[in-house]
């Protein structure tokens, strides 16, 4: 079974609005961290967000904000006022407790219009 | 942020000759490495996990006499493609860890782009 779910192959957005990213995971551990990663078209991976399975808060880095629900196994990603600059792949992915390998999606292609 | 540099950035070399590619961790010691590949529209695949002064630790499917990894300091790890074939043309990609904790966040280098020819 598929540990990390992102369903949107692809997301075609209009710059200035925001956009979610969906991702879902699945997991027995009750320790786990999920990220969020950018990769642009040089291929460079950008970390972006982390959340960790006990933050009783959703994480927020500038721009970038971490919409979790626990009980949906959700972290999807929130993009506030899209640039053309965030056209990119974007990965999410998961470390259990009891592995410390990342867990990767598949990713989900965005591009942003102007 | 932690910053972890790969060099080469783009390897062109003939089938049958070896090819080194290093990663090296420029402001934090790197307790773990990693060395992923990456084919177009796809997500990362792991190779090897590597600890300095000790074995990488091959993914199940990955020749380990084929990808050699040396780890031999805490900023610095190596991947060495042996005897490279077209089909180990690909985006080579490692990162870099400096401790174990649930949090702890992977750092990338900026990828390896090898063509064999």
């Known amino acids: 079974a598929q540990k990390i779910t992102q369903t949107q192959p692809g997301m075609f957005v209009q710059e200035k609005e925001a956009v979610t990213l969906d991702c879902t995971y699945d997991t027995s551990d009750p320790s786990y961290g999920l990220f969020w990663y950018k990769q642009p078209s040089s291929g460079e991976m950008i970390f972006l967000i982390y959340?960790?399975?006990?933050d009783q808060q959703n994480a927020t880095e500038g721009r970038y904000s971490l919409n979790f629900q626990k009980a949906r196994k959700s972290a999807n990603l929130v993009i506030s006022a899209s640039q053309l600059g965030d056209s990119a792949m974007y990965f999410c992915?998961?470390?259990?407790?009891?592995?410390?390998?990342?867990?990767w999606g598949a990713g989900t292609k965005l591009i942003i219009k102007p | 942020g932690a910053v972890v540099s790969q060099h080469p950035s783009w390897v062109i070399c003939k089938s049958g000759t070896s090819v080194k590619i290093e990663c090296r961790s420029l402001?934090?010691?790197?307790?773990?490495m990693f060395w992923y590949r990456q084919f177009p529209k796809q997500s990362l695949m792991l190779m090897a996990t590597s600890n300095e002064g000790s074995k990488a630790t091959y993914e199940q499917g990955v020749e380990k006499d084929k990808f050699l990894i040396n780890h031999a300091s805490l900023t610095l790890s190596t991947l060495t493609v042996t005897s490279a074939h077209p089909e180990d043309s690909s985006f080579y990609i490692c990162?870099?860890?400096?401790?174990?904790?649930?949090?702890?966040?992977?750092?990338f280098g900026p990828g390896t782009r090898l063509l064999v020819l």
């Open positions: 990162s870099a860890i400096s401790g174990s904790g649930i949090g702890e966040t992977q750092y």
């Open positions: 402001d934090f010691q790197a307790t773990t």
């Open positions: 992915a998961m470390r259990e407790d009891s592995n410390y390998q990342l867990i």
């Open positions: 959340q960790g399975s006990y």
